[in-house]
T-cell receptor, first 113, second 110 residues
Framework: DAGVTQSPTHLIKTRGQQVTLRCSPI?????VSWYQQVLGQGPQFIFQ???????GRGNFPDRFSARQFPNYSSELNVNALLLGDSALYLC????????????FGQGTRLTVV | GESVGLHLPTLSVQEGDNSIINCAYS??????FIWYKQESGKGPQFIID?????DKRQGQRVTVLLNKTVKHLSLQIAATQPGDSAVYFC?????????FGAGTTVTVRA
């Protein structure tokens, strides 16, 4: 079975641009969460979607938005990119909204120049 | 701020020895915990989980211990191998989000 898949794996953007990151959860999982991981730190929670509804949002500005589609895949959008947005963006899927056995994808490495 | 922290940022272990990685959490209402392993350039890999109504859980070469009295979690790796070299994170589930500490870097010496 396929695990959590994210695309693209790497991305380079210029300050002020917009970016869309994609995530496909494990088959049967209805929850998708997004995390930001900067070098040397643990992942920081951005969003959780469960059954296509936003269940929670972390301490990130409104430039960050997300959605979940009927097939449970998800997109994370970041507008007006800043240099500080450079990070590894991780998607995790779970079959519950409480992160039961949450599995992560390989991440998207975003570099803002 | 972060509610989950690891006691030591680095751990050096001789191949074949047992490893113990510690983690302290601050929210007594947390009901679920996960240990992850992250290798360079990869996403966190699920190792083992434990619910707050348990004290111990065993997997293949790994054991997680939970002490709710002192809000402490540990991961024991038996017969540590070179492939165990990675950063290890404990994550605390708070309703809908996982909170991570900064991680412990484990280096296995040959």
């Amino acid at each position: 079975d396929a695990g959590v898949t994210q695309s693209p794996t790497h991305l380079i953007k210029t300050r002020g641009q917009q970016v869309t990151l994609r995530c496909s959860p494990i088959s049967g999982h209805k929850s998708v969460s997004w995390y930001q991981q900067v070098l040397g730190q643990g992942p920081q929670f951005i969003f959780q979607y469960y059954e296509k509804e936003e269940r929670g949002r972390g301490n990130f500005p409104d430039r960050f938005s997300a959605r979940q589609f009927p097939n449970y895949s998800s997109e994370l959008n970041v507008n007006a990119l800043l240099l500080g947005d450079s990070a590894l963006y991780l998607c995790a899927s779970s079959w519950t909204g409480k992160n039961t056995e949450a599995f992560f994808g390989q991440g998207t490495r975003l570099t803002v120049v | 701020g972060e509610s989950v922290g690891l006691h030591l940022p680095t751990l050096s272990v001789q191949e074949g020895d047992n490893s113990i990685i510690n983690c302290a959490y601050s929210n007594s209402a947390s009901d679920y915990f996960i240990w992850y392993k992250q290798e360079s350039g990869k996403g966190p890999q699920f190792i083992i989980d434990i619910r707050s109504n348990m004290d111990k859980r065993q997997g293949q070469r790994v054991t997680v211990l939970l002490n709710k009295t002192v809000k402490h979690l540990s991961l024991q790796i038996a017969a540590t191998q070179p492939g165990d070299s990675a950063v290890y994170f404990c994550a605390e589930n708070l309703d809908y989000k996982l909170s991570f500490g900064a991680g412990t870097t484990v280096t296995v010496r040959a």
